[in-house]
């Protein structure tokens, strides 16, 4: 009798991911859209990644933390938009459960470097223009090495815990996601089993790789703006706030969409708005961070220029 039920509950092989299919006539129009996006966002990250590679003037602390930044973003397209694209292109929405539950894991993978990742850049331009003096002794390339391999041991670490969680999970149905992804609420809502360590675990993780990584970018950019404001040459302060412009503006991007999907209620009406939002964080943000950082600095159209030749030979043999 318990192996009958075991079997009943185990039942759900594969979910249904709705994504945008509540509007067909618009599926062709969003395939050529993000496909668009996605191989704007490989080629943009992957010629960031090549600069910094390439170009010895670009070795340092900062495009270190950037061409990390790079091939998490590359990462997050990876996870997202080719089954996003198949699902568009052949209108066969589903995914195993195996691959759902990898997908959601390889999100939290990448969003808990992420935070850590925006932490570090922030304290990196928070040496660079508060404490120059000491900016050198501090941020040598052992220790951004060292905090790099720390930031992704940590995050494996408790991914690895949360996948021995999740593997707990039972669903028997209904196998339908309302969402274009894998996300964590409507797994939850899914699974026909005790959820109470799974919504512990998360809620832990969520504080761990979210209060302290933001609260220590919020410190560093608060002190940041004091020191600019204390700045008396106008050209001082503009050259001090261009320098960390561009890293403030991917982080109000990532950290503002990312609290807005996760607080707004899991309503019938707002879960549309959610994944429109979501689509932000997890689609928009690796194609907007390499605009970002090469439109407004100088250094990367330098660099472009010394070895768009190289680039361009590396690329062809690539493709």
Known sequence: MLGIEKENQSSIRE?????????????????????????????????????????????????????????????????????????????????????????YHFFCICASIETYLLAAMSYDRYLAICRPLQYASIMNSRFCFRLMVAIGINSLIFNVILVTVVAQLTFCGPNVIDHYFCDLYPLMKLSCSDTSLFERFTFCMTIVFTIPPFLLTLTSYICIIVTILNIKSTTGRHKA???????????????????????????????????????????????????????????????????????????????
Not at 247 to 260: A, N, P, S, W
Not at 303 to 317: E, M
């Open 241 to 319: 706030f261009s320098t960390c412009s561009s890293h403030l503006m991917v982080v109000c991007l990532f950290y503002g969409t990312l609290f807005i999907a996760y607080a707004l209620p899991d309503t019938p009406t707002l879960r549309y708005l959610n994944k429109i939002i979501s689509i932000f964080y997890t689609v928009m943000t690796p194609l907007v961070n390499p605009l970002i950082y090469t439109l407004r600095n100088k250094e990367v159209h330098k660099a472009l220029r010394r070895n768009l030749g190289k680039v361009i030979i590396f690329l062809s043999f690539v493709t």
């Open 15 to 103: 979910f249904i991911l709705l994504g945008f299919g509540n509007l067909p006539e618009v599926q062709p129009f969003l395939f050529w859209f993000f496909l668009v996006i996605y191989l704007m966002t490989i080629f943009g990250n992957l010629l960031i990644f090549l600069l910094v590679v390439a170009d010895r003037h670009l070795h340092t602390p900062m495009y270190f933390f950037l061409s990390n930044l790079s091939c998490l973003d590359t990462c997050y397209s990876f996870n997202f938009l080719p089954k996003m694209l198949t699902n568009l292109l052949t209108g066969e929405r589903t995914i195993s459960v195996t691959g759902c539950l990898a997908q």
